[in-house]
């Protein structure tokens, strides 16, 4: 058996030695002169190989090596040729599995770069998001600091009622007192000024009348009539200074 130098330092040298020998065995048979093109043994080893890990050089090494056992150094030019050809094919076959890992890891990049853009374009979007959240709460912490000055100039303003209420009624208070001053003050002017005044032409009227002959009738009847307004009067003003005493208290 050949010697088989191992393509990868992870892999053991048996599961290379064992490749190998499947390898020189299908492509001996792959061959022999006369026989069918059976590539699916190709195909199969190609599977294997991928399970090892393997790479297309790493196949290639493989390839030459069993080859270099197959073509024997006597052979002719031409047969030494098909024989290259033949086992290009089978080589070729191989081949096919590693490299359809190459597409898929290909065709896997591919997909990664999408799914990194659909994630850039995502953190842009949370981004976003994180940005209108933060406004809003922005906007919320305004509104409660607005409301919460809102409710302390409203309690504010609701003492200074309070307050001014208070200061309405004193002042309320003083006036109605000071009304009430001048309502006695009043009454005891209209009752003593004016009732005293009335009261001294009733007494005049008297004495007037007194002085009068008996020749001046009608003079007397004229007094007489004066008086008695005047009493009318002063009864008026005394009956007005009460009324206006009753009407006038709180």
């Not at 006597?74 to 290259?84: A, G, K, L, V, W």
């Amino acid at each position: 058996m050949p010697k088989v130098f191992a393509f990868k330092n992870m892999l053991s040298e048996s599961l290379l030695s064992h490749l190998s020998d499947q390898y020189l065995t299908a492509l001996r048979a792959h061959l022999e002169p006369g026989s069918q093109m059976n590539l699916l043994a190709a195909h199969e080893l190609g599977i294997e190989a991928v399970n090892l890990g393997l790479e297309t050089l790493d196949l290639a090494n493989l390839h030459h090596r069993a080859l270099e056992t197959l073509i024997l150094p006597d052979c002719s030019p031409m047969t030494r040729n098909e024989m290259t050809i033949r086992a290009g094919v089978f080589f070729t076959e191989a081949n096919v599995p590693i490299e359809k890992t190459h597409r898929s890891a290909l065709e896997a990049g591919a997909d990664l770069l999408q799914l990194q853009a659909r994630l850039g374009q995502r953190t842009l979007d949370l981004a976003d998001s994180n940005r209108d959240l933060l406004q809003g709460i922005t906007e919320r912490l305004s509104a409660e600091a607005a409301l919460e000055n809102s409710e302390r100039i409203s309690s504010q303003l609701l003492e200074e009622s309070g307050l001014l209420e208070q200061q309405m009624k004193e002042i309320t208070r003083q006036i109605l007192a000071a009304d009430e001053v001048e309502r006695k003050k009043m009454s005891l002017q209209l009752h003593d000024d004016i009732g005293q005044t009335l009261l001294g032409i009733h007494v005049r009227l008297l004495a007037l009348k007194k002085q009068v002959t008996a020749g001046h009738v009608g003079l007397a009847q004229e007094i007489a009539t004066t008086q008695r307004l005047v009493e009318a009067a002063v009864k008026t003003i005394n009956q007005f200074a009460h009324e206006y005493s009753i009407s006038h208290q709180p």
